[in-house]
């Protein structure tokens, strides 16, 4: 099993427009943040995209990404699924429309915001069928949990994917630990955990918040994502144990 991070950054990016790196080095390519998105692929071959993010175009040409067998979206925000559009070309030459799956909230939001991807227009195909994640259990041989997490006054999907004997859990955008949470994420070989910052953020997880959950859940091994600018690579990367990796865009982890 692999994960994929196409995107390791909080909704602005690293840098920020006006070219504010914050106090993150420019001449530290891992430093170079776009918007958060995974890839979560299989032995056999089979890929999962979780989140269309702003950069999604970018992140699959770099990642030489050409084919998806599903799409699992956390939640409406504009930087995690913005992108949308850029799955086109993964219908090109489909028998059908590619699989997606969110909660009930974010598939009406989806829906309202993206009509035409879900329902075809003017003669173009169906690029998703959009269904809810009530009873999924299973997606192109992965096993799919998922919870739903605190994310400020709005709400995020965490979800675990097991295949092939190991497990990858993705909290982003949260900003408390639930039991659900942990009952979910418990024991997985991997956990990709939101950390926006060092200071306590309002939304989202900050290092220590992120620390806890990893330490909660017993995971045996944790990349961060959804890191602002506030948060240099080599600077963090010093100071997190060393089961826990910063995340960067194209980091590849094998299980």
């Known amino acids: ?39 979560v692929e299989s032995a ?28 699992f979206w956390t939640h409406d925000h504009a930087d995690h699924c913005h992108g949308i559009d850029d799955l086109r070309p993964f219908r090109y030459g489909r028998a059908g429309p590619i699989p997606g799956y969110a909660v009930d909230e974010t598939a009406r939001r989806l829906r309202q915001r993206f009509g035409y991807v879900f329902a075809g227009q003017f003669g173009y195909p169906t690029i998703i069928t959009l269904e809810t994640l009530d009873r ?12 739903q997490m605190p994310h400020g006054h709005a709400q995020s999907t965490a979800f675990r994917f097991d295949a092939d004997g190991k497990s990858i859990g993705y909290a982003t955008d949260f900003s408390e630990i639930t039991g659900e949470m942990v009952d979910l994420l418990y024991g997985v070989d991997l956990l990709v955990s939101d950390c926006l910052r060092r200071e306590p953020h309002p939304t989202h997880a900050h290092l220590g918040m992120a620390l806890d959950l990893i330490e909660a859940t017993r995971a045996r091994r944790a990349v961060l994502t959804h890191l602002d600018k506030s948060l240099d690579y080599a600077t963090l990367s010093a100071e997190v144990p060393p089961h826990v990796t910063v995340g960067h865009d ?6």
């Open 1 to 39: 099993m692999k994960l994929i991070m196409l995107g390791s950054g909080t909704s602005t990016g690293v840098p920020r427009i006006g070219n504010d790196w914050g106090d993150c080095d420019p001449a530290e390519p891992r430093n170079r943040r776009t918007r958060a998105s995974i890839i």
């Open 44 to 71: 056999a071959g089979n890929r999962l995209l979780v989140d269309t993010s702003t950069d999604c175009r970018a992140q699959l040409l770099a990642n030489d990404i050409d084919r998806i067998d599903g799409v």
């Open 136 to 147: 999924l259990r299973m997606c192109a041989g992965f096993g799919v949990g998922w919870c």
């Open 250 to 255: 194209g980091l590849q982890v094998e299980l």
